[in-house]
T-cell receptor, first 117, second 115 residues
């Protein structure tokens, strides 16, 4: 079974400050990890993903995340917050991709990011 | 390249009525997923299709729920005898699995309110 825990359902940062959204996972097999963003009344947009290889992953809009196996973490960061970053962020895990296996995503409960002027 | 579309975007119904939602995936995407998202929670997997075959269903999918993907293109999700607990956002996602780099692309969702 897989699960995701996002620490902090609400995070507030000032514009220009560092953004850090925390994600810890539990998985019996090496996981694939994802961060999605959801703006109000919209679907989810993929920010970045980790499958294999380099553990520091860069995504869109200046976001990046680092896979730390020893800490079972995949925290999302951005050096300088922008007002347009205000949204809800979801961390998700899936089983590794192999032919025929189900690849549904298991999501955390989300973190609402507020950016203060 | 148009994205995943869902129809309707909003649906209000009375308890006990049947509702049907439609999802049009990105063309040539062979996998289609349905998720349900309740307020303050992340999406939860309901079911998925590979082409027209429904390959897995979550235990969340009670027998009042049925999903189809008749020609491997669009999909419908029907809820019979709706209950207030069915109120949620229903999200559809599609993906292309001919390579190992599968990414799920989500539609805007259908928000259901059962009165």
């Amino acid at each position: 079974a897989q699960s995701v825990t996002q620490l902090g359902s609400h995070v507030s940062v000032s514009e220009g400050a560092l953004v850090l959204l925390r994600c810890n996972y539990s998985s019996s097999v090496p996981p694939y990890l994802f961060w999605y963003v959801q703006y109000p009344n919209q679907g989810l947009q993929l920010l970045l993903k980790y499958t294999t290889g380099a553990t520091l992953v860069k995504g869109i809009n200046g976001f990046e995340a680092e896979f730390k196996k020893s800490e079972t973490s995949f925290h999302l960061t951005k050096p300088s917050a922008h007002m347009s970053d205000a949204a809800e962020y979801f961390c998700a895990v899936s089983r590794p991709w192999s032919s025929g296996s189900a690849r549904q995503l298991t999501f955390g409960s989300g973190t609402q990011l507020t950016v203060l002027p | 390249d148009t994205g995943v579309s869902q129809d309707p975007r909003h649906k209000i119904t009375k308890r006990g009525q049947n509702v049907t939602f439609r999802c049009d995936p990105i063309s040539e995407h062979n996998r289609l997923y349905w998720y349900r998202q309740t307020l303050g929670q992340g999406p939860e997997f309901l079911t998925y299709f590979q082409n027209e075959a429904q390959l897995e269903k979550s235990r969340l999918l009670s027998d009042r729920f049925s999903a189809e993907r008749p020609k491997g293109s669009f999909s419908t999700l029907e809820i019979q005898r709706t209950e207030q607990g069915d109120s949620a956002m229903y999200l559809c996602a599609s993906s292309f699995t001919q390579t190992l780099q599968e990414t799920q692309y989500f539609g805007p969702g259908t928000r259901l309110l059962v009165l």
